[in-house]
């Protein structure tokens, strides 16, 4: 077995982990976006797209869990308008690639991946690329004409919610 496979089987059930409830309190006291230096799930990160070399970066966004309601309003509205609708169009995951693009505007979301919950907060990793990187164009091409990719539904999470997202692997075929 390789390396890769320990790192997921290891990730397949966190919670046994001792030190899982120590990172999450530590995470819970860091802001919302944190520029990391390693990926926390390297098997994940580089199934994903990921390469330990410059222009990629990785942002660990921290997401409310509850509702995805929209914020409460600050001023007076009539009553007609003070009505507050749940954003049902998005997923947990895409909210936190639209953050951590709004934080890094030079840089472009390429894909992200779930690496922890509690009860008040859901944990992303986002891979981003320098969208200007010699390095990062010779292997992805697109991104240098797709600006915004995650607000525009590109991503894998933004995929899934528009519903378009293609089944790849074992059993693909009784899906199409």
Do not use: C
Request: charged share 35%; no cysteine.
């Amino acid at each position: 077995m390789g390396m890769y496979k320990y790192i997921r089987e290891a990730w397949s059930k966190p919670r046994k982990d001792p030190l899982y409830k120590e990172k999450l309190l530590q995470w819970k006291k860091q802001p919302s976006t944190v520029r990391i230096e390693h990926p926390t799930r390297l098997d994940r990160a580089r199934a994903l797209g990921y390469k330990a070399k410059q222009g990629f970066i990785i942002v660990r966004q921290k997401v409310n869990r509850g509702g995805r309601m929209r914020p409460q309003f600050k001023k007076g509205r009539r009553s007609k308008h003070m009505r507050r609708k749940k954003i049902v169009n998005i997923n947990y995951k895409q909210v936190a690639e639209q953050r951590a693009q709004k934080s890094y505007t030079n840089m472009e979301v390429l894909n992200s991946y779930f690496v922890g919950k509690d009860k008040s907060y859901y944990w992303y990793e986002i891979i981003l690329i320098d969208r200007s990187h010699k390095q990062v164009l010779k292997k992805h091409p697109f991104v240098k004409k797709e600006k915004g990719r995650v607000y525009r539904g590109k991503t894998a999470a933004g995929r899934k919610s528009r519903g378009i997202l293609t089944h790849k692997g074992k059993g693909a075929e009784k899906l199409r």
